[in-house]
């Protein structure tokens, strides 16, 4: 992971320099908030002890929930691409690409570790439910992200606002239709990628 970042930054750097465009540098940033996640699970992976205390761990699983959509976001950023002069446009495809991808991965590896950790008290089974539970969470949070503009840290800062525009999706889901069409379609397309690494990672060991 840290090679793939080193080559994301390096990029986006690169970009940066060559045009003078300081345009795609918000991806160091989004790309730095996916890995939030990951930090977070792998302490419980490689500090086992902090297994024991259950109010850590709680704590650590809640600061991950809000931080996982951080993850998939930045697939969200091909939003922002655009036929600029200074740069070919596969360039910036692939830039955007690259950063997104290293953003799934963080989000995956993240989410095997909490099911490591589930492994000590749950079965196979509902491991398996609240993985696919979660990664539509995650696209629920993306939509928050991408089209109300919620950051994960908004949780504290305007927990009140946050709160109503979330209710009103859950109360009146026909109303917004939007929301809930692009949570579904993004949460099986994330679901997709997820059990697909899966197979590819259980085949390799």
Same mark, same amino acid.
């Given at each position: ?21 300081? $345009?795609?540098? %918000? *991806?160091? @940033?989004? =790309? /730095?908030?996916?890995?939030? +996640?990951?930090? #977070?699970?792998?302490?419980?992976? &490689? ?10 761990? $709680?704590?650590? %699983? *809640?600061? @991950?929930? =809000? /931080?996982?959509?951080?993850? +998939?976001?930045? #697939?969200?950023?091909?939003?922002? &691409? ?10 910036? $495809?692939?830039?955007? *690409? ?108």
């Amino acid at each position: 992971m840290g090679m793939l970042t080193i080559l994301c930054f390096g990029l986006s750097i690169f970009r940066f320099l060559y045009t003078g465009s300081p $345009l795609y540098l %918000f *991806l160091d @940033w989004n =790309l /730095f908030l996916a890995a939030i +996640p990951w930090v #977070l699970s792998s302490m419980a992976i &490689l500090k086992p002890k902090i297994l024991n205390h259950k109010i850590i761990i $709680l704590a650590i %699983f *809640l600061a @991950w929930v =809000l /931080f996982f959509p951080n993850a +998939p976001y930045i #697939l969200t950023d091909l939003f922002h &691409l655009r036929i600029e002069s200074s740069m070919p446009l596969w360039f910036d $495809l692939l830039l955007i *690409l690259s950063f997104a991808w290293t953003g799934l991965l963080f989000g995956f590896l993240s989410l095997w570790d909490i099911e490591k950790v589930l492994e000590k008290t749950m079965n196979r089974f509902l491991i398996t439910l609240m993985s696919v539970g979660l990664l539509f969470l995650g696209s629920f949070g993306v939509y928050l992200g991408r089209y109300l503009r919620w950051n994960s840290w908004d949780v504290i800062r305007e927990p009140f606002g946050l709160l109503h525009d979330i209710g009103g999706r859950v109360i009146s889901p026909f109303e917004y239709r939007g929301t809930w069409g692009m949570t579904i379609f993004m949460g099986i397309f994330l679901n997709i990628m997820y059990w697909s690494f899966r197979l590819i990672k259980t085949k390799k060991e």
